[in-house]
T-cell receptor, first 107, second 114 residues
Framework: LAKTTQPISMDSYEGQEVNITCSHN???????ITWYQQFPSQGPRFIIQ???TKVTNEVASLFIPADRKSSTLSLPRVSLSDTAVYYC????????FGTGTRLQVFP | ETGVTQSPTHLIKTRGQQVTLRCSSQ?????VSWYQQALGQGPQFIFQ???????GRGNFPPRFSGLQFPNYSSELNVNALELDDSALYLC?????????????FGPGTRLTVT
């Protein structure tokens, strides 16, 4: 199972774009890249997934370079409610969570 | 469409006791996974059930066991509780095969072992 590396924490201000990069050098050919968001005392919430290039939904964008050894989650115009822990995962149905990136959004 | 629900919300047990946690999957989902999340850590995979059979297991001892029922609801049983078992236990449901990486988590059960 591929191991992921992401920053422990990030700070931002309301209205800014936030980019969280994740490294997954040992990603397998069949692995998808998935991002989850978790608020305190709640279960993680699926944000976005992708295999290659760029994926966009109503919440975020996911950028994946051709070698797929990294990915970047982009959150446009963050608000205070985006303060949470963000997890990058690779693989299939058995989700392997790391320690995630703790995003703090300030007013 | 109902989401994933878990019961109880909170639970306090004594070391050595046994506990059963319950989970109801999201409608239409046939796979359930259980995770343990210690304070300040990411969720750790315990095991997954698909069609009432265990379909993968993480690095947890046999005293952690589970069941999945025909209606796809599930139970997590932990025997001989230890202090380190204190954690948030999360259940997640998904549809096996297509988009199985997209799991829907319940709110969790907070277990405290004293």
């Amino acid at each position: 199972l591929a191991k992921t590396t992401q920053p422990i924490s990030m700070d931002s201000y309301e209205g800014q774009e936030v980019n969280i990069t994740c490294s997954h050098n040992n990603i397998a050919t069949n692995d998808y890249i998935t991002w989850y968001q978790q608020f305190p005392s709640q279960g993680p919430r699926f944000i976005i997934q992708g295999y290659k290039t760029k994926v966009t939904n109503e919440v975020a964008s996911l950028f994946i370079p051709a070698d797929r050894k990294s990915s970047t989650l982009s959150l446009p115009r963050v608000s205070l409610s985006d303060t949470a822990v963000y997890y990058c995962l690779v693989g299939e149905s058995r989700l392997i969570f790391g320690t995630g990136t703790r995003l703090q959004v300030f007013p | 469409e109902t989401g994933v629900t878990q019961s109880p919300t909170h639970l306090i047990k004594t070391r050595g006791q046994q506990v059963t946690l319950r989970c109801s999957s999201q409608s239409g989902h046939n796979t359930v996974s259980w995770y343990q999340q210690a304070l300040g850590q990411g969720p750790q995979f315990i095991f997954q059930y698909y069609r009432e059979e265990e379909n993968g297991r993480g690095n947890f001892p046999p005293r952690f066991s589970g069941l999945q029922f025909p209606n796809y609801s599930s139970e997590l049983n932990v025997n001989a509780l230890e202090l380190d078992d204190s954690a948030l236990y999360l259940c997640a449901s998904s549809l096996q095969g297509l988009r199985s990486y997209e799991q829907y988590f319940g709110p969790g059960t907070r277990l405290t072992v004293t």
